[in-house]
């Protein structure tokens, strides 16, 4: 039923919440999206580091190790592609973001396979 609280002919309630996203993607030259999308994942990196509470202490000094799993198991197909697709592709974005809240931080890389751990990249920064 249209919305007939403020008089107006507006339509239906819902249609003012509605937001058309494909109308903000626009190809670039080469008729890529990828422009686009960067823009909008940098925006929303933007609103958050605006949006995100003044009692964080961003210059707190950080240092993590990443373990990853190489083991013969991460090539299972139970995520698509492999398993180990998967945790290269989130390890990416945590990465970044991690970056992205800790900036004078370091981290570095163990990998696991054989029973054996190997340091793939000692701590460094970004």
């Given at each position: 039923a249209?919305?007939?609280?403020?008089?107006?002919?507006?339509?239906?309630?819902?249609?003012?919440?509605?937001?058309?996203?494909?109308?903000?993607?626009?190809?670039?030259?080469?008729?890529?999206?990828?422009?686009?999308?960067?823009?909008?994942?940098?925006?929303?990196?933007?609103?958050?580091m605006?949006?995100?509470?003044?009692?964080?202490?961003?210059?707190?000094?950080?240092?993590?190790?990443?373990?990853?799993?190489?083991?013969?198991?991460?090539?299972?197909?139970?995520?698509?592609?492999?398993?180990?697709?998967?945790?290269?592709?989130?390890?990416e974005?945590?990465?970044?973001?991690?970056?992205?809240?800790?900036?004078?931080?370091?981290?570095?890389?163990?990998?696991?396979?054989?029973?054996?751990?190997?340091?793939?990249?000692?701590?460094?920064?970004?």
């Amino acid at each position: 039923a249209p919305n007939v609280n403020d008089g107006a002919d507006v339509g239906y309630t819902w249609e003012g919440d509605y937001e058309r996203t494909w109308e903000a993607i626009q190809e670039d030259e080469s008729g890529s999206l990828r422009t686009a999308v960067d823009d909008i994942v940098q925006k929303a990196k933007r609103k958050r580091m605006l949006d995100r509470p003044r009692n964080i202490r961003i210059g707190i000094m950080r240092h993590m190790f990443l373990v990853i799993d190489m083991s013969s198991a991460m090539n299972d197909m139970d995520l698509k592609p492999t398993r180990i697709h998967s945790v290269i592709k989130l390890l990416e974005s945590f990465v970044e973001e991690y970056f992205d809240q800790n900036p004078i931080s370091q981290i570095g890389v163990i990998i696991t396979k054989n029973k054996r751990a190997e340091i793939v990249s000692d701590l460094g920064g970004n």
